[in-house]
Each structure stands twice: as C-alpha cells, then as structure tokens.
C-alpha cells in the first residue's frame, strides 16, 4: 500500500523552514527520500533504517519513527534550488528489495 | 560516468504496436527496476529484477514484460500498447537490496499512445 506525504504542496519564499511528512500503514523497515526537479530523473537524498535515527545532508534532515511508521523530512533555511517534488520510498520486512513511493509534494521555493 | 542509460527518451506510438525500452547500468549492480510515473501517482513498480537470471512483478505489471538480458541491462516490453500506458517510465538500478541501498534513476523515456 502507498505511504500518504503531507502535505501535498508547499510555498516558501527563500530562508523559510519545511516539514513533509510520510506515513505507513504497515511496519518499515526503511524510509528513503527523493527530490525530483521538472523533466528530469528522482535524486537520492538519503536513507533512514529502523532505530530512529536522524540523518542529515546540508540544510536537509530526515527522521524516523518506526512505532509510529512515519518519517519527515526537515528542510531549513530554504534556498531556490530545493524546489522540485520530494518523494518518500517505504521498504518493508517482507518485500526484499523493493520500494513502494508515495504521490509526491512539491514544493516552491520563491525568492 | 553513464550511471543508469534509458533508450529512447521520447516515443510516440499508436494504439496496438509494440516495443521495447531499454535500459542499461554501469555501476555493477544487481538489481534493477521498470516504474511508471503518472501525475499525481508517484512512481510506481512494474517489474523488478534482484539478479540477474530472476525478475518478478511489481504493483503494475499487466500488459507489460521484461528481460534480464544480462547483469547490466533490462528491458522493458510492450507487446499491445493501450492509450493507458501513455506515462513517463523510469528504470533504475541499486546495489543488492535496495530497502537499504540508494536507488539511481535513468532520465526517464516519455511514452505517448495514441
């Protein structure tokens, strides 16, 4: 089953702050997290396993909590180049090596 | 530094015909994936392959086929297309397990059925 973000679009003017959320409906056993810019393939952003723990790339953090089967994505100090539609990937226990996504926000980041 | 090569990257067809997408990677890995990308749907599995020899469904699998020529390339089929399959197709591939290795994407062929 699909994990649902929220929200499904988000306005910022540059330096604002972004939460996107993903939840699950069944246990995770990864999060990963994509950024898509128009026209072009997703980009891996980073993974987040079982255990809760933060992970961070520049400005871009992510976390995990598994009891509740959700991850956000934390975006902060928001600069032009991260608009583009972010995408959640959920793995679970029972699906060796497969990736189900959720529907995308995308988000627009104005100067 | 090719990565995840797609071909052909824009196709117009027409209601009945077939063809095949091609897909190939130079990062040796062992699994590669076929996902559809419809707005407002996210990517969505079609066909997957965890090694080479092996390939399995995915969420959307009717009406297409796929090959796992050899460990670097996977092509993807369709034998009849169907205005429904007007979409943009993603392959990618990653390192073993991809519930905890990074997937890489290839830029996407834009199919259109008419």
């Known amino acids: 089953q699909q994990p649902v973000q929220s929200p499904q679009a988000v306005i910022l003017r540059e330096g604002e702050d972004a939460v996107i959320n993903c939840s699950s409906s069944k246990a995770l056993y990864s999060v990963h997290w994509y950024r898509q810019k128009h026209g072009e393939a997703p980009v891996f952003l980073m993974i987040?396993?079982?255990?809760?723990e933060q992970k961070g790339h520049d400005k871009i953090s992510a976390s995990f909590n598994e009891k509740k089967q959700q991850s956000s994505l934390y975006l902060t100090a928001s600069q032009l180049s991260y608009s583009g539609t972010y995408f959640c990937g959920t793995g679970i226990g029972t699906s060796y090596g497969k990736l189900t996504f959720g529907q995308g926000t995308i988000l627009t980041v104005h100067p | 530094n090719a990565g995840v090569t797609q071909t052909p990257k824009f196709q117009v067809l027409k209601t009945g015909q077939s063809m095949t997408l091609q897909c190939a990677q130079d990062?040796?890995?062992?699994?590669m994936y076929w996902y559809r990308q419809d707005p407002g749907m996210g990517l969505r599995l079609i066909y997957y392959?965890?090694?080479?020899?092996?390939?399995d469904k995915g969420e959307v699998p009717n009406g297409y086929n796929v090959s796992r020529l050899n460990k670097r390339e996977f092509s993807l089929r369709l034998e009849s297309a169907a205005p429904s399959q007007t979409s943009v197709y993603f392959c990618?591939?990653?390192?073993?397990?991809?519930?905890?290795?990074?997937?890489?994407f290839g830029d996407g062929t834009r199919l259109s059925i008419l």
């Open positions: 987040l396993l079982k255990g809760g």
């Open positions: 990618a591939s990653s390192d073993r397990d991809s519930r905890n290795q990074p997937q890489h």
């Open positions: 990062m040796n890995h062992n699994s």
């Open positions: 392959s965890a090694s080479e020899g092996t390939t």
